[in-house]
């Protein structure tokens, strides 16, 4: 069986540390959207009037250029949100959102958060503890794009990864050209690297996910050149 959407919101870190009592007081307000592999979910430029929990499959945030050069800013599982500034501000969105994958979301408007936060100084909280993580993310993101020759932001990226799925592992299906979108590099010298950090027994790389077998050897290639 699906999860509920109760159970959902107990996965995502914006809702995690709320009382259950504040968990079933959001849940009703949760209304399910299905998105097939492929199709854009949210348009740069779009009004922003809703967050986006992702109850399964995998989403990309992703800028695109006048030329039609895409960067990938991240890459989204199940339990993980998106649309977090559309509850606080009256802007656009900010970039596009596409399914990798067959989606199954639940939508929140702002609207109805917005009365819940009125009664609710828990959510408030958890909702700036969230959006600082993010911008501390952000922040470490462009630092690493600057500072990092390809190698290092791509040890670094595995890295960032890796913990946001607090272990030494990457679940999330990656093929080397979507890697290659969020360093700002190429397939061919992600799939370069990967095979380098593989020999060296930095990681080891299925079919199904990637493991961190030495992190420090990570961290020593992600440091700054």
Do not use: W, Y
Not at 1 to 25: C, G, H, I, Y
Not at 36 to 64: T, Y
Not at 176 to 205: D, F, N, P, W, Y
């Amino acid at each position: 069986m699906p999860p509920t959407p109760l159970e959902v919101l107990r996965q995502v870190p914006l809702f995690a540390s709320l009382p259950d009592a504040e968990l079933e007081a959001f849940a009703p307000l949760l209304r399910e959207r299905r998105f097939p592999k492929g199709n854009v979910i949210l348009m740069q430029g779009d009004p922003g009037d809703a967050l986006f929990v992702i109850a399964s499959g995998q989403v990309k945030v992703v800028l695109i250029g006048d030329d039609g050069r895409e960067v990938i800013l991240s890459v989204l599982g199940s339990g993980s949100f998106f649309g977090e500034m559309a509850l606080l501000d009256d802007d656009p969105r900010s970039a596009h959102v596409v399914a990798m994958e067959d989606a199954t979301l639940l939508q929140l408007r702002r609207d109805d958060f917005r009365v819940r936060l009125r009664s609710s100084p828990d959510v408030a909280i958890a909702l700036l503890r969230e959006l600082t993580r993010r911008l501390r993310r952000a922040d470490d993101t462009i630092g690493s794009l600057a500072l990092r020759d390809v190698n290092g932001r791509i040890a670094h990226l595995l890295l960032d990864l890796a913990e946001e799925e607090s272990g030494g592992r990457i679940t999330r299906r990656l093929t080397h050209a979507t890697l290659a979108q969020m360093v700002g590099a190429s397939r061919e010298t992600v799939s370069r690297t990967l095979r380098a950090l593989v020999k060296a027994g930095a990681i080891r790389v299925t079919r199904r996910e990637i493991t961190l077998l030495d992190q420090d050897l990570l961290r020593r290639s992600a440091q700054h050149p």
